[in-house]
């Protein structure tokens, strides 16, 4: 097989990282709806000053959701865990912990995360082993302290000074309340987050909203048929793979003629509609089960590649010598029409490859095409108008 050269007109999955999606200038400045102000009467947020044993039994109780494969990319190293602890032996007021508070009462960590999961790990122990870590280069106390897990910590009646300035921390929180509209919600959450670099969209919809969603999304990322069709392209740790596979099943399960041209709305209600929320504007829409949408999703990847090979959802076609980066756009077009495709139809196409490649790399010379997959992919047009050129070009094909 030859050797394809890669075009890198890509995002970043993480600081110099490409991540194997191609970037798309999200242009909505057509739309019908407009960017407005929020109401600030809609924004509800709460201060509260909560006890650390408090913390600890909701984090032990699932009432505070410390995600455990969110940010997986970014933990902390020991030292900065170990500093963290000794901030709190030392009785050194932590920095505010943000929280999105849903109607059950359960808390998502909107910023915070780390120190939480820290502070849980070495009070509590880690959830694959049980143990605490152990402190490793504390800045003031190392001589003293280094290589104590909690355990020994608590054990030594010398310690009880250190050990209850830990366990009486109090810790300052700002709660999101349930009435902020979701998308406030996820406007803060790109705001306030200061963990380090800038979360994605994804990253925020993974975070708040936990349940069947996300951990479809991760079943389907890590598909061994994606995996190969995408040539495993695609880099996950900013989330890029996973918001690639919720626009396919966007379009895929709300359909096209719902879409109104915001794409992070879009994306978020489907998450929401999987997760089967009742507050929801697509109440009558029926989610088909897990096994049924892996089933649909390798249909349309094994199609595509029958008729792409490793040019699939990408700009470039069979026999260039340049493999262009996925594009969002044409992945979930042709995983949409080819997942929803009679088999006899597939076959019309699959006998007739040679012509159907030939008309479609006519239409990727159309600049409107071109348009509707990358400056206006994300548009209510740019959808309407990719979906319609690609449905004309099969029943063109079909019928020659």
Excluded at 326 to 343: G, Q, T
Aim: glycine residues 4%; hydrophobic residues 35%; contains cysteine.
């Amino acid at each position: 097989m030859a050797t394809l050269l890669l075009d890198q007109n890509e995002e970043l999955a993480e600081e110099g990282i490409l991540s194997g999606v191609e970037i798309e200038d999200e242009d909505i400045s057509n739309e019908s709806y407009e960017k407005e102000p929020f109401d600030t009467d809609s924004i509800s947020i709460t201060s509260k000053i909560v006890a650390l044993d408090t913390v600890l039994r909701r984090i032990k109780n699932k009432t505070i959701k410390l995600a455990p494969d969110f940010q997986r990319e970014y933990v902390w190293d020991i030292k900065r865990k170990s500093q963290l602890i000794e901030s709190m032996m030392l009785k050194i007021p932590l920095p505010m912990f943000y929280v999105s508070e849903d109607k059950n009462g359960i808390w998502e960590v909107v910023d915070g995360l780390q120190r939480l999961t820290t502070i849980k790990n070495y009070v509590l122990g880690d959830d694959n082993d049980g143990k605490g870590f152990k402190l490793k280069g504390l800045e003031f106390w190392s001589e003293i302290y280094d290589g104590f897990d909690f355990f020994n910590l608590e054990k030594q009646a010398s310690n009880v000074k250190v050990v209850n300035n830990i366990l009486e921390t109090e810790l300052s929180f700002i709660v999101i309340n349930p009435e902020t509209p979701e998308k406030v919600k996820r406007n803060i959450f790109k705001r306030i987050n200061t963990g380090g670099m800038r979360l994605s969209n994804q990253e925020i919809r993974h975070a708040l909203y936990q349940g069947r969603a996300s951990d479809l999304l991760k079943i389907l990322v890590e598909d061994n048929v994606y995996s190969n069709v995408i040539n495993n392209t695609v880099k996950d740790n900013r989330m890029a793979g996973r918001e690639l596979i919720l626009r396919f099943l966007s379009f895929y399960l709300l359909n096209y003629a719902t879409y109104k041209g915001d794409m992070d709305d879009f994306l978020s209600n489907t998450m929401r509609a999987i997760n089967g929320e009742i507050d929801i504007p697509f109440k009558d829409i029926a989610i088909p089960d897990d096994t049924e949408i892996v089933k649909l999703f390798r249909t349309g990847l094994s199609r595509a590649y029958s008729l792409f090979g490793e040019h699939a959802f990408r700009k470039s076609l069979p026999n260039d010598a340049r493999k262009t980066p996925i594009n969002k756009s044409l992945f979930e077009l042709w995983l949409c029409v080819l997942s929803k495709m009679k088999e006899n139809t597939y076959k019309t196409l699959n006998t007739k490859k040679d012509l159907l490649i030939k008309r479609y790399s006519e239409i990727m010379q159309d600049d409107d095409f071109i348009n509707s997959i990358s400056r206006h992919g994300s548009s209510m047009q740019g959808a309407k108008h990719r979906r319609e050129q690609i449905l004309k070009l099969i029943r063109e094909i079909k019928s020659a």
